[in-house]
């Protein structure tokens, strides 16, 4: 009772594929598993991106009223040295 050598390596390739084809299955599976924690975790992610997304809304109007408000000071200052300027030049020229 010999083995003939090719009987053997087709043995070992059939043990090896099985042994591939069960490490492959155990591999999906863990990845759906692993899929479905990165679902749940990005869902929370959403909601908390949700409930906050109010905040900045009232962060961005109060900057944007800060920036009008500062715009229009920055201007009437610039305007008051303005005028300023202006009527010492024409104080210089009329004497």
């Known amino acids: 009772m010999t ?5 053997f390596l087709l ?11 069960v490490v492959l299955i155990v ?19 959403n909601d908390k991106l949700s409930q906050t997304s109010g905040l900045f809304n009232i962060a961005e109007k109060t ?3 800060v920036d009008g408000v500062s715009d229009k000071i920055v201007v009437a200052i610039t305007n008051l040295i303005g005028r ?6 024409g104080n210089d020229i009329d004497e």
């Open 27 to 45: 591999f999906v599976i863990k990845s759906i598993g692993l899929i479905s924690k990165v679902e749940k975790t990005i869902d929370d992610v």
């Open 84 to 89: 300023f300027v202006n009527r010492k030049k």
């Open 3 to 7: 083995i003939n050598i090719s009987d």
């Open 63 to 65: 900057g944007d009223f």
């Open 11 to 21: 043995a070992q390739l059939f043990i090896a594929l099985i042994v591939l084809v």
